[in-house]
Structure formats: structure tokens, C-alpha cells
């Protein structure tokens, strides 16, 4: 049996995560603990486990946030209205959200300023999603499942426009933002692509390598929903079976029963130091091959949120 490792690239850490966390480190560094953090500051266990243990407490609302303490939140985006609650309380704020979550929420501005009906398509209860939605509640209709598509109704069918969570699947939100195009044949395309660059590319990368893989493992957390989806696409994509764990430990043995090609990656909100421990787990056992694959090479960079940088001394 000759077993092997095909390792994605890009996998891991994108450039809003990077940013993100980086923000908190450094919020520590600059003010000192405690550093409040709206949410996860990304999905991940172990991220949020070890930026606690420096200092940072983790709320999910503003309203946990002692009066004029500091509060960062987090790459996922909040509605205006966290950002009013936040000011009524008198906190320091910096908003960690990615640029590329503020573009859609532009883009949601924008479309309601022009009095369209906004079909955004994402995971009803996801942060994200919350934070966009709430730029122009009045307008927003939220499309998650094949029958909020073949339901949702609008005003004027003639004035309609699809965004979407930067998170998906790209393949099915095609399929979605089809049947609704079958139902509103004027509907427009957002001006450019929501699903963002990181999203895609760890998908093109599961993809091209799932075929020839027996197992597909994906280390990620359970609350990460572009992680879930590289799960999904490697299945689709041919996988023979697929697993999303937080840590190399949750590997079940029976899952390596009769495998010989493991595919390894990670989601966006992963640091690579996971997928590393997952290598040498899986070399212990065997897997010593490890074949890199790549299908893209990443090199976007986001400076840090301004409200910190004008702080920093350099
Ligand atoms: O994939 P989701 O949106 O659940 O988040 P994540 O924290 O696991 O990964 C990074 C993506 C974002 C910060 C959302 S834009
Ligand atoms: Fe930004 Fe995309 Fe990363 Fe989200 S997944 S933080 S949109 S780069």
C-alpha cells in the first residue's frame, strides 16, 4: 500500500483573518489586558482559546462590554446598530471586519439607497450575514435554502439584485442564484463577486486534489462555514469520505482503515500550525509522502484597522 499526503494550497489563514487576529495581538500589546472581543473573532477553537489566555474576553454583545472599556469586533462584520449600542456605552471601538465584508456591506448600502429589493444569499443565523442584513434591513431579504429561493417574494421584480455571504459554496450559490433567475429574470448580479478570493481558491484547491483522495481530512471548527463547505466540495468533488476536525487528536482510526491518499487543508480561519500537528499525527502512522498541491499563490495583505494603527508606535 503506498499511502501519501496531498497537501492544498492555499489552505489556511486569508488576509481579513490574518488582519484580524493580528489586531487583537497587538490591541494587547498597545492597551494592555483586558481586550474585549464582539464574538469570535474568527471561528476557530484553538484561536479563540489562546488569545484568551493573553488577555482577550471573548462577549456576544456590546452590552457585557463595561462602560468606556475597548472592544474589538470581529472579521465577520456588525450591523450599525452594534456600532450605535457601542457609542451609547461610550466604548473604545476597532472594527477587525475584512474589506472585503465592508464591500458587500457598500454594496447593500448602495442598493438600498437605489430603493432595490436585495436577495442576499447566506446561512440564516451567521454573523455575517446578521452585520450586511443590517445595513438595510427594509430591503434585505434573506435567501438560505433551495425553498427561500422558490418563496421569497419581492416588490418589484424589475428592481431586484443578489448579494451574497463571502463564505459560500460557489458552486451552489450558482445553483441558487439560477433558480431565482428563473424566477426574476431581470435580477442582477452583484458588481463584482462576493464570494471572496480566499473562499474560492481553498475550494479550487479541495477540488482539484478530492478525486484522488480516499479520505479528505479538514481542519477547521465546527462554526466556520467556509471550513464546512470545503468538506461539502470534496465530497462532491469525488472524495470517498471526508471529516472536518479542530485538532489532529479527533482523528478516529477507523476513518484510516484501508486509505492510502489523505487529502489535508484548512479553512480560512485556521493557523497553520494545526495542519502541521495533523501532518506529523499522520506521519506517525505511516503517511510520510506529503505532495504538495497548489492552485493558486496568495499574496493580498490588509493593513491593520486605522483606529489601531494611528496608535501604534513603529
Ligand atoms: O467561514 P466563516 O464565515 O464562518 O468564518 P471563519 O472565521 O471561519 O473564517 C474567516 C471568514 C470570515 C472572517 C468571514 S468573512
Ligand atoms: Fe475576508 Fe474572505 Fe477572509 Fe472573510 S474569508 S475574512 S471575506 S478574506
Not at 463564505?167 to 464570494?195: A, G, H, N, W, Y
Not at 500537528?277 to 499574496?299: D, P, S
Request: aromatic share 6%; with cysteine; hydrophobic share 40%.
Amino acid at each position: 500500500m503506498s499511502k501519501r499526503v496531498l497537501l492544498a494550497k492555499p489552505r489556511g489563514y486569508c488576509a481579513g483573518v490574518d488582519r484580524a487576529v493580528e489586531t487583537v495581538e497587538r490591541a494587547l500589546e498597545q492597551y494592555g489586558a483586558p481586550v474585549y472581543v464582539r464574538k469570535e473573532i474568527v471561528h476557530n477553537k484553538y484561536v479563540v482559546e489562546t488569545l484568551s489566555d493573553r488577555g482577550a474576553i471573548f462577549v456576544n454583545e456590546t452590552d457585557e462590554v463595561p462602560e468606556g472599556a475597548l472592544v474589538v469586533f470581529s472579521a465577520h462584520g456588525v450591523s450599525p446598530m452594534v456600532h450605535e449600542e457601542a457609542a451609547a456605552r461610550s466604548l473604545r471601538t476597532i472594527d477587525a471586519t475584512c474589506p472585503l465584508v465592508t464591500k458587500v456591506h457598500m454594496e447593500a448600502k448602495r442598493f438600498a439607497r437605489d430603493d432595490y429589493d436585495i436577495l442576499l444569499i447566506g446561512h440564516e443565523g451567521h454573523e455575517e450575514v446578521e452585520g450586511t442584513a443590517g445595513e438595510a434591513p427594509q430591503h434585505v431579504r434573506l435567501v438560505d435554502t433551495a425553498e427561500d429561493a422558490a418563496t421569497v417574494e419581492v416588490r418589484d421584480p424589475s428592481k431586484v439584485v443578489w448579494l451574497s455571504q463571502t463564505t459560500l459554496s460557489v458552486d451552489e450559490t450558482m445553483v441558487r442564484v439560477r433558480q431565482l433567475k428563473e424566477r426574476f429574470p431581470d435580477l442582477q448580479d452583484p458588481p463584482s463577486d462576493d464570494i471572496c478570493y480566499a473562499t474560492s481558491n481553498r475550494q479550487v484547491a479541495v477540488k482539484t486534489m478530492a478525486p484522488s483522495c480516499d479520505l479528505v481530512l479538514v481542519v477547521g471548527s465546527k462554526n466556520s462555514s467556509n471550513s464546512v463547505r470545503l468538506v461539502e466540495v470534496a465530497l462532491q468533488a469525488g472524495a470517498r469520505a471526508s471529516y472536518l476536525i479542530d485538532y489532529a487528536k479527533e482523528v478516529d482510526p477507523a476513518w484510516l482503515e484501508g486509505v492510502e491518499t489523505i487529502g489535508v487543508t484548512s479553512g480560512a480561519s485556521v493557523p497553520d500550525i494545526l495542519v502541521m500537528e495533523l501532518l506529523k499525527f499522520l506521519e506517525a502512522r505511516g503517511w510520510e509522502e506529503v505532495e504538495e498541491i497548489t492552485t493558486a499563490n496568495e499574496k493580498i495583505a490588509f493593513a491593520l484597522p486605522r483606529e489601531l494603527r494611528k496608535d501604534l508606535v513603529r
